[in-house]
């Protein structure tokens, strides 16, 4: 059963980069045709899809944040992480990571970030 398990600060200032990290437990995030994903819910709003990086590493993000998101992965420790610069109050979403394989999706539990200054 493949777990991921989110991390980093619940809150940052404005200006500043958010900065998430997803460990994955139950597969290894190079594994062929899966994906891995990013997802954020900011408070009575409906989710927007952030970005996506595959088995190879290669990335996908949404052309509305494009200009400030960067997604990466570490293999050694079987992570991705995604990164937003400049964040504003209006990144303040609940975010989540999420990892694919055809028809079967995993989520993690999720992660408050709040921008505040």
């Known amino acids: 059963q493949v777990q991921l398990q989110q991390s980093g600060p619940g809150m940052v200032k404005p200006s500043q980069t958010l900065s998430l990290t997803c460990t994955v437990s139950?597969?290894?995030?190079?594994?062929?045709?899966?994906?891995w994903s990013w997802i954020r819910q900011p408070p009575g709003k409906g989710l927007e899809w952030i970005g996506k990086?595959?088995?190879?590493?290669?990335?996908n993000v949404s052309p509305s944040l494009r200009s400030r998101v960067s997604i990466s992965r570490d293999t050694s420790k079987n992570q991705f992480i995604l990164q937003l610069s400049s964040a504003t109050p209006e990144d303040t979403a609940m975010y989540y990571c999420s990892g694919r394989l055809g028809a079967s999706s995993s989520w993690g539990q999720g992660a408050q970030v709040t921008v505040s200054s």
């Open positions: 139950g597969a290894s995030i190079t594994t062929k045709s899966y994906y």
């Open positions: 990086i595959d088995d190879s590493g290669s990335t």
